[in-house]
């Protein structure tokens, strides 16, 4: 069985670099053919990641390691596939969304003319994050890690040649950014989160010796113990590892990149918010939860606290940021991004959780998968509906839709379902694992807990408000005439407009119906997430046995339903104002905020995102353009005039005009010959002494 599993991990990294690496061979023969290929590709990565699957429900067969010899010198390290739990959660994720995504783009993107770039980078995106998530050790990790960068940066900005259309941000007076300003920002602000992430590599490697996932578990008693004998060395290692993910999933303060990450094409956005680089940083985290909780709970290191505070705080702060941020966007896609942010919140929040307390482990560990795998069902319905949207109004402001839910009734549908989970509303799966969240977390802090509550109130406030300004009300001027169904192939020259091709619907509704599903089955998912990562924590490495611990939780059921009810309030407070707004429009937004300069002066503080991004803008991008403006009137500028200028000017006038005197005084050949003989002796008798010298 671990020789099938680790030829299937292999096979699902492998089939989507194949795939990137065919899509312009197979171009030459057929204009089309490419589109097959990386569907293809895709296709064969989810089938051979749903192989590793039933695993999940044998945990006590896993971790299933193949490795391979890479560097002998100056170190021995080597690289392969880890199978475990975690890995086989993710890589499912990764891979099955994935293909969803791409069958959707075989009809998003069937006119573009530059497809085949495209299919290259998506497949080598998809490869990239499930090396990532199947990697056996650090190493090979952040391999998968900048790949994923990379390919980030081309998908954001495949635009690059910056027509008007593919801008985003306004109207005015709100800045436009242009996809290549976009991409570079994503890959300059994940970067320098990367870098520092690559300094606490170094330094972990340089303790424990090995950066093998499970030789760390194994020896973690001790490397951990050599390590907090320095003093401040676990914090800073702390620091500089949580700087990559921090940057990686877009929390603060590395968080502003991911709004304008929306210039890339609309699966583009479904991809990397739904499936996999936002995730990356979420996955990292959770593999070095059970090091630090050792850490902490076990060998008694109380600098390894600060992993899981920092951890908690800045994915709680991220949550009530972004979420306030998407009250007030008027970008369909933007409001999806500040979404996006703020869940990727709640699962940091999960995981500082479980190490908040020596019996949560299991539980915030669970919680916060639970909450990705949701996530990533209906955060990629919820884009690829908003494509759809944008297809068809052909504007990325939800104040000119209005009314789409006659003209889009399958993505009004999927919409409602996918908004429907993302409110945390019974039964969807969103619902199961918020809840998982809000629970471990009350457990961990009171504090915490109020700064989750608030944020699934605005939550529920900005869901309401984006179906309702996107599929109700009165009808925008781009929005489509209503079609004659679902299935309706007429407009827009067969491309089964207004709700899209067949292959766009298709997606969208398998998502949709996916949602239903996990909703449905919500416990069970959660049992059996719960059952297959708890078993794959290492045993050693825990403060608490299992038994005991799930005994610890399961006695606080009182608690558990208040924090439920407090939970449905939340949304119900958030949700009961949107729709008077938006939905029954008994009250106008628009009038609210002409009666009340506080509620305008907050509206306007959050439209400007909280002037974070204006200070980072002021001083780093500013700052370098300033410094390089000093640089270039302080230093360069002289030395240009002193070497560029001022010195064949020397050497050209002045020597001329010494040799044109020089022979003006020569009466005859005789003397302008002396006068060379001369020069060369002189320069043969410094080449003399300089020789002496030497010798």
């Not at 006119?111 to 995106?125: I, L, Q, V």
């Not at 939860?289 to 290191?301: D, T």
């Not at 984006?466 to 009165?474: M, Q, T």
Request: hydrophobic share 55%; proline share 5%; aromatic share 10%.
């Amino acid at each position: 069985m671990s020789g099938t599993l680790a030829v299937a991990a292999w096979v699902a990294i492998g089939a989507p670099f194949a795939g990137a690496a065919l899509a312009p061979l197979v171009r030459r023969v057929h204009d089309r053919a490419s589109d097959a290929v990386a569907i293809a590709a895709s296709l064969v990565a989810a089938a051979a990641a749903l192989r590793l699957a039933p695993a999940l429900l044998e945990p006590e067969a896993l971790p299933v390691e193949s490795t391979v010899p890479w560097l002998t010198a100056p170190v021995a390290i080597d690289v392969g596939v880890l199978v475990d739990p975690l890995g086989i959660v993710l890589a499912n994720v990764v891979a099955v969304v994935s293909f969803v995504i791409m069958v959707y783009c075989r009809g998003y993107m069937r006119d573009d003319a530059s497809r085949t770039r495209f299919w290259m980078w998506m497949n080598a995106f998809i490869g990239s994050m499930l090396l990532l998530v199947l990697a056996s050790n650090l190493l090979l990790l952040f391999v998968g890690w900048k790949l994923v960068g990379v390919c980030s940066y081309g998908l954001i900005g495949y635009y690059y040649r910056d027509q008007r259309r593919y801008w985003i941000g306004g109207p005015p007076p709100t800045a436009y950014v242009t996809p290549s300003e976009a991409g570079l920002k994503a890959l300059l602000v994940t970067g320098a989160g990367d870098l520092l992430m690559l300094g606490g590599i170094f330094l972990l490697y340089g303790y424990a010796g090995t950066l093998s996932f499970v030789e760390l578990y194994e020896t973690a008693p001790v490397w951990l113990s050599a390590m907090a004998q320095t003093p401040g060395m676990v914090m800073l290692v702390t620091l500089l590892l949580l700087a990559g993910p921090l940057g990686k999933s877009a929390q603060f303060p590395f968080h502003e990149w991911l709004p304008e990450a929306m210039t890339g094409p609309g699966p583009v956005s479904a991809l990397i918010h739904a499936a996999t680089m936002v995730k990356s940083g979420v996955y990292l985290v959770a593999r070095l939860v059970p090091l630090f909780y050792y850490g902490r709970w076990v060998a008694g290191i109380d600098d390894a606290a600060w992993f899981f505070h920092l951890t908690a705080w800045l994915g709680a702060a991220t949550a009530l940021l972004a979420a306030t941020q998407a009250l007030v966007a008027v970008e369909l896609k933007k409001v999806l991004a500040y979404s996006t942010v703020s869940q990727i919140g709640y699962m940091m929040l999960a995981l500082g959780a479980a190490g908040l307390v020596p019996d949560l482990l299991a539980d915030g560990y669970t919680a916060a998968v639970f909450h990705l795998v949701s996530h990533a069902l209906f955060k990629a319905c919820l884009f690829l509906a908003a494509g759809t949207v944008i297809h068809a109004v052909h504007s990325i402001y939800i104040t000119d839709m209005g009314g789409a839910r006659r003209a889009l009734p399958l993505t009004w549908v999927c919409s409602l379902a996918a908004g429907w989970s993302l409110m945390g509303l019974p039964p969807s799966p969103g619902f199961w694992s918020k809840d998982a969240v809000l629970l471990v977390t009350a457990e961990a802090s009171a504090p915490l807990l109020v700064v989750g509550l608030v944020t699934a109130g605005l939550t529920a406030f900005y869901t309401v408000r984006l179906v309702g300004l996107v599929f109700h009300g009165p009808a925008g001027d781009g929005v489509p005439a209503p079609a004659t169904g679902v299935f309706d192939h007429a407009a827009e020259g067969g491309h089964g407009a207004p709700d899209g091709t067949l292959s766009m619907r298709a997606a969208t509704a398998v998502l949709g119906l996916g949602i239903v599903a996990a909703g449905l089955g919500g416990t069970l998912l959660e049992g059996a997430l719960h059952h297959g990562l708890e078993a794959g924590l290492p045993a050693s490495l825990s403060a608490m046995p299992p038994e005991e611990a799930a005994a610890a939780f399961a006695g606080a059921g009182a608690g558990h339903a208040l924090v439920l009810a407090l939970a449905l309030l939340a949304s119900a407070a958030g949700a009961v104002p949107a729709w008077v707004l938006y939905f029954s429009r008994r009250a106008s937004p628009e009038a609210l905020l002409a009666r009340s300069a506080a509620l305008r002066g907050l509206h306007g503080f959050f439209r400007r995102r909280w002037e974070i991004d204006a200070l980072y803008r002021r001083a780093f991008v500013d700052g370098t353009r300033r410094l390089a403006a000093l640089v270039a009137s302080s230093l360069e500028a002289p030395w240009d005039r002193a070497v560029h200028r001022g010195l064949p000017w020397l050497m050209m006038e002045r020597t001329a005009q010494l040799v044109h005197r020089l022979q003006a005084d020569s009466e005859d050949l005789t003397h302008n010959v002396a006068y060379v003989l001369a020069i060369f002796a002189a320069l043969l008798a410094v080449l003399l002494l300089a020789a002496g010298a030497g010798g």
